[in-house]
């Protein structure tokens, strides 16, 4: 058996599902180049049949990213494959990933047909998705509640129909380490062909085991784990791949296997997905929380300082947690920018310095601080040469306790420049219809948060909104010293994923038009 465990990152697909609003085709670009960054062996970038946008990201992933290889998930149907093999065919190597149901009730009660059906389905998928390529993975989805001489009878049609990675996935967090354990075993115990497949797990958290039985599995011998960064997934979330990785790194002489991530990304990695997905780590998460690493009790404190090792089974650098840092902020000049880039890996031919720091100086003035993946951002951005569509030129607001609030703005609209005013119930309200008058598209707000970064009065506010135009919902944020400015900017970084998002469609209709 090997003794390497393979990495699957799904924080771009399952990861996403649980997201307030879907992520836009750059966050998805930022996350991909992080987890290649991070040593990922396979990363899940989607499910291109189920919208344009998620088809697009999934194809920009697969031409972008050259050392993780990119998979995509397809139901058991032949259109989801289609989509699947034409999103991922730009890639020399990629991998097809498709699923079914095995267990009683999502047999029964979801696909509304009997076991054999569902069998039939799965093989004839496997088959179907061979003809685009060798790298075939089969989920049976809600294994941990399939009865296990099904799930055998179906992991053995599975292999011989040619899925080459086999995944268990516990979907609703119900088995317990020993039961996960011992499924896997039974199913190296009992199919005849298993030697032709590696077994992937995947877990969910609803019972908060998912880590715990993803280890108990790679115990019983599975080599392949799937898993999200910072655990985020459906309801309770997915094992958290930081998790794995460092249990995996710091147990290594107990599992006696390794993996290939670079553990000292993960810190780094997390934080981006954080910040890019809105989903905030909670301080006393394992890893990566801002207290994973910090000893707060007297004698605590004293054995740290006597002997690190006394408290730490691993030290904060080993996964990427800065001990210190030099701050970048609108008083930073271009040596502390190309230093700080060297430490994120990147070498001085990755980027232009001056115009870099052109825009780097623009975000220090607006965020006071600017943090590793703002740096990133910039770069990404001078890279994508995407310029924003709608700016934030100016702003006025009057607002007090007796009367109406007035908000004016002026905007630039690609190469216009155009001013509105309007009044409304506060200074948000106001600003927001000014804005609505300005880019004549009105969208309907479906929530609306408010949270100070750092302390004092002098806090930059951050302002996360999601908004719902032509039925879909589109995540946005703003950050500034000024809350009224920050939910302005929130709002226009929606129309600006509009606009992209529009554009797109139209380049597309273009295609078609110009391959008829
Ligand atoms: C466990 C997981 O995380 S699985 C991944 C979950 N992720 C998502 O669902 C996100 C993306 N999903 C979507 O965009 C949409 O649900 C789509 C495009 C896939 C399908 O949309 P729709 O065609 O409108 O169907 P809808 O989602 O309402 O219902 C799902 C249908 O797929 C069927 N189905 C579910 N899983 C499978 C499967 N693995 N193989 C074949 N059919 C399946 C269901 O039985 C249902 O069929 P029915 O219409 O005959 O009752
Ligand atoms: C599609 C499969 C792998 C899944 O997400 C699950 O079962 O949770």
New binding site residues.
């Given amino acids: 058996m090997s003794d390497r465990v393979i990495l699957l990152d799904t924080t771009l697909r399952?990861g996403e599902?649980a997201l307030a609003a879907s992520l836009s085709t750059s966050a998805k670009l930022q996350i991909a180049v992080a987890l290649e960054r991070l040593g990922i062996d396979i990363i899940e970038a989607g499910?291109p049949?189920?919208?344009p946008g998620d088809f697009d990201s999934v194809r920009q992933i697969a031409a972008t990213i050259k050392n993780s290889r990119i998979c995509a998930?397809s139901?058991?149907?032949q259109g989801d494959i289609d989509a699947a093999a034409q999103a991922l065919n730009i890639a020399d190597q990629f991998r097809i990933h498709t699923?079914?149901?095995t267990s009683d009730i999502h047999v029964e009660s979801?696909?509304?047909r009997s076991f054999e059906q569902v069998l039939e389905?799965a093989t004839g998928a496997i088959k179907y998705a061979r003809n685009f390529t060798d790298d075939v993975e089969f989920s049976c989805?809600d294994a941990g509640r399939t009865p296990i001489d099904n799930l055998c009878r179906m992991v053995e049609a599975a292999i011989k129909a040619g899925a080459r990675t086999i995944n268990i996935p516990d979907?609703v967090g119900y088995t317990t380490p020993t039961e996960f354990g011992g499924i896997i075993t039974n199913i190296y115990n009992r199919v005849p062909n298993i030697d032709q497949a590696i077994i992937s797990v995947h877990c969910h958290d609803d019972l908060g085991l998912s880590v715990a039985n993803s280890i108990a599995a790679v115990e019983a011998g599975a080599r392949q784990v799937e898993g999200t960064i910072n655990g985020i997934g459906?309801r309770a979330g997915n094992a958290a791949l930081e998790e794995i990785i460092m249990i995996l790194k710091t147990r290594a002489a107990h599992f006696g296997v390794d993996c290939n991530a670079d553990a000292t990304e993960l810190y780094r990695t997390s934080t981006q997905v954080s910040q890019l997905c809105n989903m905030p780590v909670q301080s006393n998460k394992a890893i990566v929380g801002a207290n994973a690493f910090s000893h707060s009790s007297g004698i605590h404190q004293d054995g740290v300082l006597k002997s690190q090792n006394t408290y730490e089974i691993m030290t904060p650098e080993s996964v990427g947690v800065p001990r210190t840092t030099l701050n970048m902020t609108s008083r930073s000049g271009r040596h502390v920018i190309k230093h700080r880039m060297g430490e994120l890996g990147y070498q001085e031919s990755d980027f232009d310095l001056d115009s870099l720091y052109q825009r780097f100086l623009k975000l220090a003035d607006k965020k006071g601080q600017v943090f590793d993946y703002d740096l990133e951002a910039l770069l990404f951005m001078q890279n994508q040469q995407t310029e924003n569509h709608y700016q934030l030129r100016q702003l006025n607001v009057q607002a007090g306790t007796n009367h109406f609030a007035t908000g004016s703005v002026e905007l630039q609209i690609g190469e216009q420049i155009v001013t509105e005013a309007a009044t409304g119930n506060g200074p948000v309200d106001s600003v927001y219809r000014a804005i609505e008058r300005a880019t004549g598209q009105q969208m309907s707000i479906q929530s609306f948060d408010i949270g100070a970064k750092g302390g004092g009065h002098d806090a930059l506010g951050q302002v996360d909104i999601t908004a719902e135009f032509n039925g879909r919902t589109f995540h946005g944020m703003g950050l500034s010293t000024d809350i009224i400015e920050a939910a302005a900017e929130a709002l226009l970084y929606v129309h600006n994923l509009i606009w992209r998002q529009q554009q797109i469609d139209q380049q597309k209709q273009q295609h078609s038009k110009e391959a008829v």
Avoid: G, P
């Fill in positions: 399952d599902q499910f049949v189920s919208s998930l139901r058991a149907v699923f079914i149901s979801k696909l509304k389905m989805e979907t459906e």
